[in-house]
């Protein structure tokens, strides 16, 4: 998903081949509908699956007995839920033609002719919904974990683990810029449908694309960069075993038979 994202939405305002796009796919059509539903559904999904590593980490430390029982018996309905809970926030570009439309910023952009004009069958609309409420999601998790971590450091004598530390630092980072991404879509809406000021269309679209690196870039290998403990047992893991061979002992030769 983040493939997908880092290859559709980085490469902005280059401008090759504008013209000859303009020209080709510049009138509404079904050929760039794939395409925009994709961007969106994968967005939406990374903003799921960020928080089902929220609650992942929050039941790892509530409850450490059930962890594996709760996390085993329902590992394929949790699956499901996240490729399928984006459909109801993008499935309305599946039958939305799309062209190609000059980027304020320069170059070109993908738009799509709405259906219904309503705010529901809006990216940016939809985006900041989802993102809002899964920010404020991980947000709650990130501060019941916190809260069940204290509660043992104190049970234990105060005692503090690293782990601990990266296990909170990921779920804060986490929680912030899911909830700041969200909080950017709101000045696209407004920009998108009311006016149009290239400046600050400007600043909100390098916040955003800054967010979804911190986001979608962080979190997944924010526990490999952070934690010792992980780092090392992922890199034993890929370290090749190396080939120690065997002594062979020469067997005792007896000498009975000889003294006798």
Known sequence: MWCWDMTTTRFIAIGFWCREML????????????????????????????TVLSINRMTAVVYPAKYSKIWGSHLFPILL?????????????????TLLAHYPMGGLTITYIKMIDNPW??????????GSFCGVFIFISTIVTYYKLNNINIRECNRTMKTEH?????????ST?????????????ILCNYFMDAYLFFVATCIK????????????????????GIRKAILDMLRPVPHIPQKQFAGRISTVSNIL
């Not at 020209?23 to 699956?49: D, E, K």
């Not at 839920?81 to 033609?97: E, M, R, V």
């Not at 990266?166 to 986490?174: D, E, Q």
Request: some cysteine; charged content about 5%.
């Open 23 to 50: 020209s080709a796919l510049g009138s509404p059509s079904y050929i760039l509908t794939p395409v925009q539903f994709i961007m969106t559904y994968s967005r939406h999904a990374q903003f799921y699956v960020a």
């Open 81 to 97: 839920s996240i490729f399928l809970l984006p459909l109801l926030s993008s499935w309305y570009l599946l039958p939305t033609q």
């Open 121 to 130: 069958n809006s990216v940016t609309y939809m985006t900041m919904v989802v």
């Open 166 to 174: 990266s296990l909170l630092v990921v779920g804060l980072v986490s």
């Open 177 to 189: 810029t899911t909830f700041c991404l969200a909080v950017v879509e709101l000045p696209f809406y």
């Open 209 to 228: 694309q800054l967010l979804i690196d911190i986001m979608f870039v962080f979190c997944p290998w924010s526990m490999f960069l952070v934690c010792t």
